[in-house]
């Protein structure tokens, strides 16, 4: 990608980021899908989970860690039988509709699988075979012990007021995610990964990853709200509208995003 190409990619990433309005923003992600170019190429798949439908974020760590073993298929088997109020896990509307797309990403092709824990086990559920078959091109993503974010002034000065900023309590952030997502793409020795999120928040996730020294293809795709998510905020439009507009402002003041496209291999 020459120079004008990535000023032109890095103004409409500016655009989309701090445009008017975080949601329907679908022609101007169409545009950077398009000046991104082709995927043909990209090798592996980094999926960002979107809403929950059973636990809240200050328990969840709690609840899952003692279940998480090394084998996948274990692990996802111990989660399906978990009782959460006499029934299973749901891992929401919205993430059955990731692991949907991210199936049709994989066909044809021996690309690896990175996603949050959540759509690897809407997965499980919809095709606990197709899961086995894959398993060696599938990581899930688990949440660890703390926050591995870089914690700037800013930051450290705004985690007194906002608990989901303290690295103790250890909620699963966008950040987090794609750290982790970007260490096991190049343990696994990949390097052109297609970035595959709600429409809502695709676009500061691209620029979570651009700040890391990776380029991602965007991929876009209309994934449904869940109106039963325990994440309050991932319930409707207007109720994420209201938290990403601070959300974004926060991710540029703690230096955790770039619009400025990363060489791309």
Not at 62 to 79: C, H, N, Q, S, V
Not at 144 to 152: M, T
Request: charged letters at 25%.
């Amino acid at each position: 990608m020459n120079t004008i190409m990535k000023f032109r990619l890095c103004f409409f990433l500016f655009i989309c980021y701090l445009g008017p309005s975080p949601v329907n923003q679908r022609s101007y992600m169409e545009k950077l899908q398009k000046l991104m170019g082709p995927i043909d190429d990209c090798d592996c798949i980094f999926v960002q989970a979107f809403g929950r439908g059973d636990i809240a974020d200050e328990y969840l760590v709690e609840w899952l860690r003692p279940i998480i073993a090394d084998d996948l298929m274990l692990t996802l088997a111990r989660i399906r039988e978990a009782k959460i109020d006499g029934f299973g896990f749901n891992p929401g509307m919205s993430n059955f509709d990731l692991a949907e797309v991210s199936k049709e990403l994989m066909e044809g092709n021996e690309r690896l699988l990175i996603a949050q824990w959540e759509v690897v086990y809407a997965h499980y559920l919809v095709r606990p075979e197709w899961v086995e078959a894959n398993r060696r091109r599938i990581v899930a993503l688990w949440p660890g012990k703390k926050s591995i974010a870089k914690r700037n002034w800013f930051v450290r000065l705004s985690s007194k007021w906002l608990p989901e900023l303290d690295p103790e309590k250890r909620y699963y952030t966008t950040v987090d995610v794609k750290i982790d997502s970007v260490k096991v793409m190049r343990s696994r020795g990949k390097s052109r990964p297609i970035e595959l999120s709600h429409q809502n928040m695709a676009v500061r996730s691209l620029a979570i990853i651009f700040n890391l020294g990776v380029f991602a293809w965007l991929y876009y795709a209309w994934i449904a709200n869940d109106p039963k998510s325990v994440q309050r905020w991932t319930r409707s439009d207007e109720l994420w509208a209201k938290k990403e507009v601070f959300g974004r402002v926060f991710h540029i003041l703690a230096g955790w995003v770039s619009f400025w496209p990363p060489h791309s291999r």
